[in-house]
C-alpha cells in the first residue's frame, strides 16, 4: 500500500513556481507576492504566511475602494469616513476588512468563512514566534486559500454612485438600454437596492418631479423591481398606506402609479386596496352604459383585478358584468342596436381571468338576482357575450364550485332554454 509522502525542500521551488502561475497576472509582481517567493526556498515558512495574507489584504482594499468605498462606509461601522487606501491602513482591522468586503460583494460567503480561518492562521503563525514552526504543507495550504479566493479573482464590478445615477436619471439623455440597466443595477448589494428603489419611489411621486424623469424611473425601476429582495418590494408597496394618511390624494394616486408600475399590486395592504377599489366600483355601478366613465373606472380597476378585496367582490363582478353586457337599443348615428363600451369591453374580459371560487359565485348571483341583466339577456347577442365570460369562469373554478350546474347550463348554448329556466325568479 503506498503511503503519502510529504513534500521534501527539494521539491518547494517547483510547487511554489506552479502557486504563483494560479495569481493572476496583474498580481504577480506583487511585492509581498516576490517576498514569500524569496523566502520560501530557506524554509522562510512563517514569514511567508504573513507576506501572502499581507498580499491578500491589500488586494482586498484594492478591491473595495473600486466596487465602492462609500458602500463599504455604509456597511462597516468604523466611527469615522474611510476615504483613502492609507485610511484602510490606520484604521480598518483585517476582521473588519473581510466583513466589509463579503458585505459589498467583493467576496463571496465560502471565501468570507475561509479568509477568517487564513487570517487565523496569519496570526498564529506570523503574529507569534513562539508558536510551534508550520509545516509546508499547512504553509500551501494557506497560500492556496489565498490565491483561490482572493489573488487569482478579478476586480468586481464596479457598484454605481446612486445621487450620480439619479442626477443620471433626470436628463434626457438617460440611456434606456435594458442590458446596460440590468448590468448595473442586478449585481448591487442589498443596501444599495433598498436605497435605490426607496428613492425612486420618493422621487415619483415628488409632486415637482419632472415628467422625463417620472418617465425613465418608470423605466427603469421595473428591472430593478426584478432583482430586489421581497422585504424590500412589502417595505416599499406599504409605504402607501403613510402616504394615505397624509391625504393628498395627487401623491397617493402617483404612489399607486408606482407600484403598479413595477407590477407589486400583490403587496398591498388590504386598506391600500380597499382605498382604491371601493370608489372606483361604486362609480361604475352608478354610471352603467355611460361609456366614458364605463371605459375610465374598468382601465383603473383591471390593475387590481388580482386583489380585489373581500368587501368588494360581489359589486365588482356585478359592475364589470353589467358594463360587458351592454345593452339593446337603437341610435340616429350608428347602424347597429347591440351597444357596450368598447375600451372597457377588451379589458373585461382579461379582468375575469383572475376569478376564483368566491368571485365566479358572485358572477353566477349577479345573473340569477339581476332583473335588469336577464331583461336584457333576451337577446342573442347579449347571452352570447355572457356566455364568452363564463367560458373564461369555467376554466377557473375548481372541482367542488357549488354554483357549477348553472355556469355548465351557461356555457353549453344547445342548452339555452334550460339555463334561462334555472335563473327564472
Known amino acids: 500500500m503506498n503511503e503519502l509522502v510529504a513534500p ?17 497576472e496583474d498580481m504577480r509582481d506583487n511585492p509581498y507576492i516576490l517576498e514569500a517567493v524569496r523566502v520560501l526556498p530557506v524554509q522562510g515558512y512563517r514569514s511567508a ?23 463599504f462606509n455604509k456597511e462597516v461601522q468604523l466611527g469615522r469616513e474611510i476615504k483613502t487606501y492609507e485610511d484602510f491602513q490606520d484604521h480598518v482591522n483585517d476582521d473588519q476588512l473581510i466583513e466589509g468586503a463579503y458585505k459589498i460583494g467583493v467576496i463571496g460567503w465560502e471565501a468570507y468563512r475561509i479568509l477568517r480561518h487564513s487570517k487565523e492562521s496569519r496570526h498564529i503563525f506570523y503574529g507569534h514566534p513562539k508558536s510551534s514552526e508550520p509545516s509546508l504543507i499547512k ?32 436628463s434626457t439623455d438617460y440611456d434606456r438600454n435594458t442590458i446596460a440597466i440590468e448590468n448595473a443595477l442586478g449585481d448591487l448589494p442589498e443596501t444599495y437596492k433598498n436605497e435605490l428603489s426607496n428613492r425612486l419611489f420618493t422621487i415619483y411621486i415628488h409632486p415637482d418631479s419632472s415628467s422625463s424623469l417620472t418617465s425613465n424611473i418608470e ?11 421581497k422585504p424590500i ?53 352608478e354610471h352603467l352604459d355611460g361609456w366614458d366613465v364605463e371605459n375610465k373606472c374598468v382601465r383603473e380597476l383591471k390593475q387590481f383585478s388580482s386583489v380585489i378585496v373581500e368587501e368588494c367582490i360581489d359589486n365588482y363582478v356585478s359592475a364589470i358584468t353589467h358594463t360587458f353586457v351592454g345593452y339593446i337599443g337603437g341610435s340616429s348615428r350608428f347602424s347597429r342596436t347591440d351597444f357596450y363600451a368598447n375600451a372597457a369591453s377588451v379589458h373585461i374580459p382579461e379582468m375575469f381571468q383572475h376569478f376564483n371560487d368566491r368571485m365566479a359565485s358572485a358572477f353566477i348571483s349577479t345573473i340569477q338576482n339581476s332583473n335588469l341583466l336577464k331583461g336584457r339577456l333576451r337577446s342573442p347577442s ?44
Not at 154 to 163: A, C, G, M, N
Not at 222 to 228: A, D, F, K, T
Not at 390 to 413: G, M, N, R
Request: hydrophobic share 45%.
Open 139 to 170: 504553509v500551501l495550504s494557506v497560500i492556496d486559500d489565498c490565491i483561490k479566493y482572493v489573488l487569482n479573482e478579478e476586480y468586481p464590478t464596479q457598484i454605481i454612485d446612486i445621487d450620480d445615477y439619479v442626477e443620471t436619471l433626470k
Open 233 to 285: 418590494k412589502i417595505q416599499i408597496v406599504r409605504r402607501i398606506d403613510q402616504e394615505l394618511s397624509k391625504g393628498n390624494s395627487i401623491v397617493t394616486d402617483k404612489a399607486f402609479d408606482f407600484i403598479h408600475v413595477v407590477g407589486g399590486m400583490i403587496y398591498l395592504s388590504h386598506n391600500a386596496r380597499r382605498y382604491k377599489i371601493e370608489p372606483l366600483v361604486k362609480e361604475l355601478k
Open 219 to 229: 423605466f427603469v425601476s421595473p428591472i430593478l423591481w426584478q432583482v430586489l429582495p
Open 8 to 24: 521534501s525542500d527539494k521539491d518547494i521551488v517547483p510547487l511554489i513556481n506552479r502557486a504563483v502561475l494560479k495569481v493572476r
Open 382 to 425: 347579449k347571452i352570447k357575450r355572457l356566455r364568452s365570460l363564463a367560458l373564461i369562469v369555467d376554466e377557473k373554478v375548481s372541482e367542488s364550485f357549488e354554483d357549477q350546474k348553472v355556469l355548465s347550463l351557461l356555457v353549453d348554448e344547445s342548452k339555452e332554454e334550460e339555463f334561462f329556466k334555472n335563473i327564472k325568479g
Open 49 to 71: 504566511i504573513g507576506a501572502f495574507w499581507n498580499a491578500v489584504v491589500d488586494d482586498l482594499r484594492n478591491k473595495i475602494i473600486f466596487r465602492s468605498i462609500s458602500l
